[in-house]
């Protein structure tokens, strides 16, 4: 098959800048709809987030959450990895661990933050570690269906060749497991952070999810849009520059060897 032409830039930019402007011009419509207080326009907003940010408080908690996210996010894959792999290469394994994966998947994000709270304190640690352990189910799922689907035929080219583990991990597994590592990054960041602003919420005394229960109790809409479309952006951003290119580059491995 001959290969798919390269799109340009336009022919993506314009699309999304067209689908920014009508968003902002419903927003725009809607505030003037319901008013002001109920819900300010995007000017207004963004002169909150220009405020925060020029009095120091936003990069002050938007730094906290992005550490939490970060640290819960790494944790997450590596056990999810890890987990995900051995339950697609073993039977055995899978079939006593899927019932915990099974609870897991099932278990309300806001029980396992309050119980770890509860049992540990609201320190960081008991904050991450939820954040992780709500995570790390899904990244089973999305890695382990990647195991099962590993093509024995390159298995028996790394016998055969008498790759040591680590190479055998790098140019025959990690290849092939790339597609879903890199949906299960995808789906788990968004993921993440919206339970990270949960955990700060709750029991935290820094943090976006502080500050939007601060101005929640305030009844102040505009920075409550504020400090949630700052770090939307930051995390978009994080989407687009980060894991969208490293998707692509695991599709492109695939679609080689296919």
Same mark, same amino acid.
């Given at each position: 098959?001959?290969?798919?032409?390269?799109?340009?830039?336009?022919?993506?930019?314009?699309?999304?800048?067209?689908?920014?402007? @009508?968003?902002?011009?419903?927003?725009?419509?809607?505030?003037?709809?319901?008013?002001?207080?109920?819900?300010?326009?995007?000017?207004?907003?963004?002169?909150?987030?220009?405020?925060?940010?020029?009095?120091?408080?936003?990069?002050?908690?938007?730094?906290?959450?992005?550490?939490?996210?970060?640290?819960?996010?790494?944790?997450?894959?590596?056990?999810?990895?890890?987990?995900?792999?051995?339950?697609?290469?073993?039977?055995?394994?899978?079939? @006593?661990?899927?019932?915990?994966? @099974?609870?897991?998947?099932?278990?309300?994000?806001?029980?396992?933050?309050?119980?770890?709270?509860?049992?540990?304190?609201?320190?960081?640690?008991?904050?991450?570690?939820?954040?992780?352990?709500?995570?790390?189910?899904?990244?089973?799922?999305?890695?382990?269906?990647?195991?099962?689907?590993?093509?024995?035929?390159?298995?028996?080219?790394?016998?055969?060749?008498?790759?040591?583990?680590?190479?055998?991990?790098?140019?025959?597994?990690?290849?092939?497991?790339?597609?879903?590592?890199?949906?299960?990054?995808?789906?788990?960041?968004?993921?993440?952070?919206?339970?990270?602003?949960?955990?700060?919420?709750?029991?935290?005394?820094?943090?976006?999810?502080?500050?939007?229960?601060?101005?929640?109790?305030?009844?102040?809409?505009?920075?409550?849009?504020?400090?949630?479309?700052?770090?939307?952006?930051?995390?978009?951003?994080?989407?687009?520059?980060?894991?969208?290119?490293?998707?692509?580059?695991?599709?492109?491995?695939?679609?080689?060897?296919?």
């Amino acid at each position: 098959m001959p290969p798919t032409p390269r799109r340009g830039a336009s022919a993506v930019l314009l699309p999304r800048l067209g689908s920014l402007v @009508v968003l902002i011009a419903g927003w725009q419509a809607a505030a003037w709809f319901a008013g002001s207080r109920l819900l300010p326009g995007p000017a207004a907003v963004a002169a909150g987030i220009g405020e925060a940010l020029v009095h120091g408080e936003m990069a002050m908690h938007l730094s906290a959450t992005l550490a939490r996210v970060a640290a819960a996010f790494a944790l997450a894959m590596a056990f999810g990895t890890s987990l995900g792999y051995a339950m697609g290469r073993s039977d055995r394994f899978d079939r @006593v661990a899927d019932p915990w994966l @099974v609870l897991l998947l099932n278990l309300p994000a806001l029980v396992v933050i309050v119980l770890a709270y509860v049992w540990f304190g609201l320190t960081e640690a008991a904050a991450v570690g939820a954040v992780a352990l709500n995570k790390i189910p899904n990244t089973v799922v999305v890695v382990r269906e990647g195991a099962r689907a590993l093509d024995p035929g390159l298995d028996e080219v790394a016998r055969a060749y008498r790759f040591g583990t680590w190479k055998r991990l790098r140019h025959v597994v990690l290849p092939q497991l790339g597609p879903y590592l890199a949906a299960a990054a995808r789906s788990g960041l968004s993921l993440v952070w919206k339970i990270v602003l949960v955990v700060e919420l709750l029991g935290r005394s820094n943090g976006v999810g502080f500050e939007i229960g601060t101005y929640f109790q305030l009844f102040d809409v505009r920075m409550i849009l504020a400090y949630a479309l700052a770090f939307v952006v930051i995390m978009l951003l994080v989407e687009t520059l980060v894991l969208q290119p490293v998707e692509r580059r695991a599709g492109r491995w695939r679609q080689r060897h296919a």
